[in-house]
């Protein structure tokens, strides 16, 4: 089934460590993101790639790194988890994103506490 | 600085009921507003979306409400269904490389 695959499903993480959460999607689609989604908080953009080699930030930014080698691949990383960094994450893609019609397909989240 | 205000937080409704969400917006550059439905341990997925040339769009028992100079659109779920019950969000964009701005949220239960 053609979609975003991310992984993994759930982890758990002391804090200071790093994590690479994984972003996969099989559309061709150019445009990726990263959401973060809290309760309360809704869903809030962390970083964005509007094409490969391209990246840029969202509302919340901070602690996190993300790269777009190629149309795939959308890995977020976190270079020293905190817990405040305890959140479900969406990965999320569109086919474009010139037009402002942007129609997002979203994983199925990653789940990350960090203790 | 919330780009996009939704409400109410939460909501129950009754079955057969009128589900009504309402969002507002500061930027009148928007030009792109969708609503997203997410079921629990689910990602979001689109449910409609609207044009602000258009003040109405109806899909089955969901319409978009567009109020241009009120700057604000609502999501109407006619005869409403236990199989609705989620998390609604509203969502905005304008043309050109800019990601969809998110809504908080609206967590609908619609009870028997």
């Known amino acids: 089934t053609a979609g975003i695959t991310q992984a993994p499903t759930s982890q758990i993480l002391a804090a200071g460590r790093s994590m690479t959460l994984r972003c996969t999607q099989d559309m061709r689609h150019n445009a990726m993101y990263w959401y973060r989604q809290d309760l309360g908080l809704g869903l809030r953009l962390i970083h964005y790639s509007n094409t490969a080699g391209t990246t840029g930030k969202g509302e919340v930014p901070d602690g996190y790194s993300v790269s777009r080698a190629n149309t795939d691949d959308f890995p977020l990383t976190l270079a020293s988890a905190v817990p405040s960094q305890t959140s479900v994450y969406f990965c999320a893609s569109s086919r474009d994103s010139i037009s402002g019609a942007n129609v997002l397909t979203f994983g199925a989240g990653s789940r990350l506490t960090v203790l | 600085q919330q780009q996009v205000k939704q409400s109410p937080q939460s909501l129950i409704v009754q079955k057969g009921g009128i589900s009504i969400i309402n969002c507002a917006y500061e930027n009148t550059a928007f030009d792109y507003f969708p609503w997203y439905q997410q079921f629990p341990g689910k990602g979001p997925a689109l449910l409609i979306a609207?044009?602000?040339?258009?003040s109405e769009k109806k899909e089955g028992r969901f319409t978009i409400s567009f109020n241009k100079s009120a700057k604000q659109f609502s999501l109407h779920i006619m005869d409403s269904q236990p199989g609705d019950s989620a998390t609604y969000f509203c969502a905005a964009s304008k043309a050109g490389n800019t990601p969809l701005v998110f809504g908080k949220g609206t967590r609908l239960s619609v009870i028997a």
């Open positions: 609207i044009r602000p040339d258009v």
